[in-house]
Structures are given as structure tokens and as C-alpha cells.
């Protein structure tokens, strides 16, 4: 399945309170490129599709096309300081062929 990080559950809730997004589902979705890596796309939603995967993860309602799920499976999004002041939304894929595991420092 995927997981879903507090510190991304946090972020996740205050960009839905800041675009009026409130009480929408997150869409999760990932394309496998040329080279074979994944490009990942999130955004909320409030349609969602007959097929879509649905589930709740740290409070947040998550939706996945089929079409994606085997992409996902395993992952893990967190939000990260990756550099000083600058935070990303960051996708722990394992698989993903660049996906090496966090290291403990």
C-alpha cells in the first residue's frame, strides 16, 4: 500500500486550507517514463471515477486510478527540508529504478 508521512499529512491539510480544497480526496498518480523512471502527480479532487482505489492514510483521503496503483505500491511521500528553508513533497518508491532507502545519519 502507500503511506503517508505526518509531517505530509500536515502539509497536505494546510495546501488544502490555503486552495479551498478542504474535504477533497488527494489524487495519487504515477507514469513510468522512456528512460523507466516514474513521474509522480498529486493534486485533490473532488470527482473522483467508478474504478478508483480509495483509502485513508494519517487522516487523508486518498484516490488512485488503477492505472497507477502497481506504480505506487509500496511507496512512501513524505515533506522534507531538503534544503535550508526550502521543503518538497519527496516519493520513497521502491519502484522507482533511482529509489535507494533512506540512510540513518
Known sequence: MITITPA???QI???ARQTQSEGMALRLAAKRMPDGTIHYGMGFDDIGRHDDLRFECEGIEVVIAPVSLELL???TIDYVELEPGKFEFIFLNPNDPNYSPPTEE
Do not use: D, F, M
Open 13 to 15: 491539510r494546510e495546501s
Open 8 to 10: 505530509a499529512a500536515r
Open 73 to 75: 505500491s509500496g511507496t
